[in-house]
């Protein structure tokens, strides 16, 4: 069955069970510009699709007794959407292959989308991240507000072990709000081989080549490397990156498919790590608001997939896109420093290089305030949830001494990736 029949299906067993043309389930307050949106989790049931389909719904069900909501704070949100995403899809394959340009029109329109000035409601949406890792009821799951009891989730791409993009839909009671939660990197498991290739594939300078002393394999056949310099050829990266199996390929099919059941809902997507970068890719590919928890600079990946993006802000050079990136300053992940062939992440046969974000970046200071040292293990999206966002008091806010319960989101202005490579075209001189 083609997986958008599997999905209207679920659509339909869910509205068999809620009335979703209901309004006294839904509470929308003023608060401050601010919105409390109300949302639960949706009942359904899951067909297997074939293996070249989105594995969208999983066959797996929750005890029907358990129902809940919990609360996010919305503000109202300026996105550009692209006039036709088959124009966008086509204007990347010809900047891809024919290496020209091709206008994208965009629409400047208005959304809601999550107030993350707000401590609450990043501490809901990065639980919401930690939860594409696992099933519920895991060890690991983790609860979202005193009155949130699973009805039933509403999973993607656990039916398939070898497909690797996984993670959970969460939706409001009358659908006017859609969150889609992407799973980032799994260290051992039946995704880890493909979680790998996508992070060495889209975060790494070139194709994952540390050094001469890198004994893993790399993910392509576009570097020369010499004494005298390090090359990277950009059309044979950029063909890597169409593989399908990539990622974000998959999260295009995905999104289209939630845009087709939820039509009039607001999109957010959230993710932790490498399941941050995905939602950035897809938030700015799309319009939709995205929030990534210590996700690696995704900025040059964008470049390498060749995506339309909106248009420039004027005197800062970047795109406007919805996006708001969280991490905390003892994560060097994000900060694009676990590199080198004696880091954690080389040792491990992962090359994250990249630093440089789409959108805004909001920093905790952990160095700063609680007296971390940058290391590895504050990556994990547990330390980020219980010991920095859920900690009380204000937290220091740039240069001039201010503090606030949320640092201010920044633009990376100045940010470069990869400096000591040259990129061009150089397989062409062989």
Same mark, same amino acid.
Request: aromatic share 10%; proline share 6%.
């Given at each position: 069955?083609?997986?958008?029949?599997?999905?209207?299906?679920?659509?339909?067993?869910?509205?068999?069970?809620?009335?979703?043309?209901?309004?006294?389930?839904?509470?929308?307050?003023?608060?401050?510009?601010?919105?409390?949106?109300?949302?639960?989790?949706?009942?359904?049931?899951?067909?297997?699709?074939?293996?070249?389909?989105?594995?969208?719904?999983?066959?797996y069900?929750?005890?029907l007794?358990?129902?809940?909501?919990?609360?996010?704070k919305?503000?109202?949100?300026?996105?550009?959407?692209?006039?036709?995403?088959?124009?966008?899809?086509?204007?990347?394959?010809?900047?891809?292959?024919?290496?020209?340009?091709?206008?994208?029109?965009?629409?400047?329109?208005?959304?809601?989308?999550?107030?993350?000035?707000?401590?609450?409601?990043?501490?809901?949406?990065?639980?919401?991240?930690?939860?594409?890792?696992?099933? +519920?009821?895991?060890?690991?799951?983790?609860?979202?507000?005193?009155?949130?009891?699973?009805n039933?989730?509403? +999973?993607?791409?656990?039916?398939?072990?070898?497909?690797?993009?996984?993670?959970?839909?969460f939706?409001?009671?009358?659908?006017?709000?859609?969150?889609?939660?992407?799973?980032?990197?799994?260290?051992?498991?039946?995704?880890?081989?493909?979680?790998?290739?996508?992070?060495?594939?889209?975060?790494?300078?070139?194709?994952?080549?540390?050094?001469?002393?890198?004994?893993?394999?790399?993910?392509?056949?576009?570097?020369?490397?010499?004494?005298?310099?390090?090359?990277?050829?950009d059309?044979?990266?950029?063909?890597?990156?169409?593989?399908?199996?990539?990622?974000?390929?998959t999260?295009?099919?995905?999104?289209?498919?939630?845009?087709?059941?939820?039509?009039?809902?607001?999109?957010?997507?959230?993710?932790?790590?490498?399941?941050?970068?995905?939602?950035s890719?897809?938030g700015s590919?799309?319009?939709?608001?995205?929030?990534?928890?210590?996700?690696?600079?995704?900025?040059?990946?964008a470049?390498?997939?060749?995506?339309?993006?909106?248009p420039?802000?004027?005197?800062?050079?970047?795109?406007?896109?919805?996006?708001?990136?969280?991490?905390?300053?003892?994560?060097?992940?994000?900060?694009?420093?676990?590199?080198?062939?004696?880091?954690?992440?080389?040792?491990?046969?992962?090359?994250?290089?990249?630093?440089?974000?789409?959108?805004?970046?909001?920093?905790?200071?952990?160095?700063?305030?609680?007296?971390?040292?940058?290391?590895?293990?504050?990556?994990?999206?547990?330390?980020?949830?219980?010991?920095?966002?859920?900690?009380?008091? +204000?937290? +220091?806010?740039?240069?001039?001494?201010?503090?606030?319960?949320?640092?201010?989101?920044?633009?990376?202005?100045?940010?470069?990736?990869?400096?000591?490579?040259?990129?061009?075209?150089?397989?062409?001189?062989?």
């Amino acid at each position: 069955m083609h997986v958008r029949a599997t999905v209207l299906f679920l659509f339909l067993s869910i509205a068999t069970a809620i009335d979703l043309s209901s309004k006294s389930e839904f509470q929308a307050y003023s608060n401050s510009s601010s919105r409390i949106l109300q949302f639960d989790l949706s009942h359904g049931y899951g067909e297997e699709s074939q293996a070249e389909q989105i594995p969208l719904v999983s066959n797996y069900t929750f005890p029907l007794a358990f129902h809940s909501t919990f609360s996010l704070k919305a503000v109202p949100t300026t996105v550009y959407r692209p006039k036709s995403h088959e124009a966008v899809e086509h204007a990347r394959l010809r900047s891809l292959y024919d290496a020209q340009s091709e206008p994208v029109e965009w629409v400047e329109t208005e959304v809601l989308g999550p107030d993350v000035t707000d401590r609450h409601t990043l501490g809901q949406l990065a639980r919401m991240a930690a939860n594409a890792y696992q099933l +519920p009821w895991r060890d690991s799951w983790y609860e979202l507000d005193p009155s949130w009891n699973i009805n039933t989730s509403f +999973p993607f791409g656990w039916d398939n072990d070898e497909d690797g993009f996984r993670g959970f839909v969460f939706r409001s009671r009358d659908n006017s709000t859609v969150v889609l939660s992407i799973k980032g990197t799994t260290l051992q498991g039946p995704t880890s081989n493909k979680d790998k290739l996508n992070d060495n594939l889209l975060f790494s300078c070139c194709c994952a080549r540390v050094d001469f002393s890198w004994v893993f394999s790399t993910v392509c056949d576009c570097y020369s490397w010499s004494a005298l310099h390090r090359r990277c050829d950009d059309p044979c990266l950029s063909a890597a990156l169409i593989k399908d199996s990539l990622f974000y390929s998959t999260g295009v099919r995905l999104v289209n498919d939630l845009r087709l059941l939820f039509p009039h809902a607001d999109i957010w997507l959230v993710g932790h790590s490498l399941g941050g970068s995905l939602a950035s890719l897809l938030g700015s590919t799309f319009g939709l608001p995205a929030v990534a928890f210590e996700a690696p600079g995704e900025r040059m990946a964008a470049q390498r997939l060749h995506l339309p993006l909106p248009p420039f802000q004027h005197g800062v050079g970047l795109p406007r896109v919805p996006i708001t990136h969280v991490y905390n300053n003892a994560d060097p992940i994000p900060q694009g420093v676990c590199t080198g062939i004696t880091s954690p992440c080389a040792q491990a046969g992962y090359a994250l290089e990249t630093r440089c974000h789409l959108g805004r970046t909001i920093v905790y200071d952990t160095v700063g305030r609680l007296g971390w040292h940058v290391d590895v293990r504050k990556h994990t999206i547990r330390e980020l949830v219980l010991n920095v966002l859920d900690l009380d008091g +204000p937290w +220091p806010d740039g240069e001039d001494g201010e503090e606030h319960d949320v640092p201010t989101a920044r633009e990376e202005i100045d940010c470069v990736d990869c400096f000591k490579w040259e990129f061009g075209h150089f397989n062409e001189d062989k």
